[in-house]
């Protein structure tokens, strides 16, 4: 792993919610600055195992990458996986209660090809700004 990055926010709405819009694909642009498109590829209901097809943003181009629902548990987490793409990338969302607001945990971990892991610290600065972003929409 190149990267690490964790951060946390508050999201002033109840988790049933913040879950709920979180998983619902064609809403990632809206949550996501770096998500341009986001489509379930498998059939409904998403699911661990499901496929997702996102368009991205990456360095001022627009790549195609494949994406694996690697854990779901309702109103708890959200875990995916790319498996295809130049950077391999694991995003987790961790939710919790928090009075009548929730505490999102989101855990971003990258991986590049070679010629990728010259630009670590841009990539780091990427997922920095990405989880910033995500935690203030």
């Given at each position: 792993?190149?990267?690490?990055?964790?951060?946390?926010?508050?999201?002033?709405?109840?988790?049933?919610?913040?879950?709920?819009?979180?998983?619902?694909?064609?809403?990632?642009?809206?949550w996501s600055s770096a998500v341009q498109e986001a489509s379930l590829?498998?059939?409904?209901?998403?699911?661990?195992?499901?496929?997702?097809?996102?368009?991205?943003?990456?360095?001022?181009?627009?790549?195609?990458?494949?994406?694996?629902?690697?854990?779901?548990?309702?109103?708890?987490?959200?875990?995916?996986?790319?498996?295809?793409?130049?950077?391999?990338?694991?995003?987790?969302?961790?939710?919790?209660?928090?009075?009548?607001?929730?505490?999102?945990?989101?855990?971003?971990?990258?991986?590049?090809?070679?010629?990728?892991?010259?630009?670590?610290?841009?990539?780091?600065?990427?997922?920095?700004?990405?989880?910033?972003?995500?935690?203030?929409?």
């Amino acid at each position: 792993t190149i990267i690490r990055e964790v951060h946390t926010t508050a999201v002033d709405r109840p988790v049933g919610e913040v879950f709920a819009y979180l998983t619902n694909v064609p809403t990632f642009p809206e949550w996501s600055s770096a998500v341009q498109e986001a489509s379930l590829v498998s059939d409904p209901p998403l699911r661990e195992g499901s496929t997702i097809r996102e368009t991205v943003r990456l360095l001022g181009r627009h790549i195609d990458t494949e994406i694996e629902v690697t854990e779901l548990k309702v109103n708890r987490i959200f875990a995916r996986r790319s498996v295809s793409g130049p950077i391999l990338m694991r995003i987790k969302a961790e939710l919790e209660p928090d009075g009548t607001k929730t505490r999102v945990t989101w855990t971003i971990e990258a991986d590049a090809p070679r010629f990728f892991r010259l630009g670590q610290l841009i990539l780091r600065g990427m997922a920095t700004r990405q989880l910033r972003t995500t935690s203030a929409r």
